[in-house]
């Protein structure tokens, strides 16, 4: 049983293409996060959610656009892909009273 | 505004050596402070927590304390294997319940 699941894997693409990366969490909880990783492995918050409303929006491109469909569900879309877009992307999930949050197995990027 | 920093790596070690890994934090109000491990090909796991001052996380034989006096929560683990070898994450939570990470440590343990 995976706690929280991300897909696609793996993700390699042509720069200038949109993508979208999804994300889902069986654990109930009530916020979620998108972490990006970069190649020197400094791990910087995006976005986050409460109860599918965005309460932390970092400052991100207004190409990277979060999408809550539900309580379970963070999805990344990314428009125009760049190059230096290329890093890991990880979601999270936390329970509401709860301080640990629980990270998916991540989404490697490529843009070329 | 709040932050973490880390020693950086990579931390090389031999098995059943003593290990360290710094980190100091910058924070407004009572932050919870956390490590977390990222194995290769792996999300972050947590390792550790300890949420108010001169508490004493501990896991698998690591263990940090909540220094508020120096502000720090370094890592320790007494005797390192192999399979420690990883990448570890200082981390702190706000008031605002938002997370800062530290830029990561890598570790590697040579038999």
């Known amino acids: 049983d995976t706690a929280v699941s991300q897909t696609p894997k793996y993700l390699v693409t042509q720069m200038g293409n949109d993508k979208s990366i999804k994300c889902e969490q069986n654990l109930g909880h009530d916020t979620m996060y998108w972490y990006k990783q970069d190649s020197k492995k400094f791990l910087k918050i995006m976005f986050s959610y409460n109860n599918k409303e965005l309460i932390i929006n970092e400052t991100v491109p207004n190409r990277f656009s979060p999408k809550s469909p539900d309580k379970a569900h963070l999805n990344l879309h990314i428009n125009s892909l760049e190059l230096g877009d290329s890093a890991v992307y990880f979601c999270a999930s936390r329970a509401g009273a709860s301080e640990t949050q629980y990270f998916g197995p991540g989404t490697r990027l490529l843009v070329l | 505004g709040n932050s973490v920093t880390q020693m950086e790596g990579p931390v090389t070690l031999s098995e059943e050596a003593f290990l360290t890994i710094n980190c100091t934090y910058t924070a407004t109000g009572y932050p919870s402070l956390f490590w977390y491990v990222q194995y290769p090909g792996e999300g972050l796991q947590l390792l550790l927590k300890?949420?108010?001052?001169?508490d004493k996380g501990s896991n698998k034989g690591f263990e940090a304390t909540y220094r508020k006096e120096t502000t720090s929560f370094h890592l320790e683990k007494g005797s390192v294997q192999v399979s420690d070898s990883a990448v570890y994450f200082c981390?702190?939570?706000?008031?605002?319940?938002?997370?800062?990470f530290g830029s990561g440590t890598k570790l590697n343990v040579k038999p």
């Open positions: 300890a949420t108010k001052a001169d």
């Open positions: 981390a702190l939570r706000d008031n605002f319940n938002k997370f800062y």
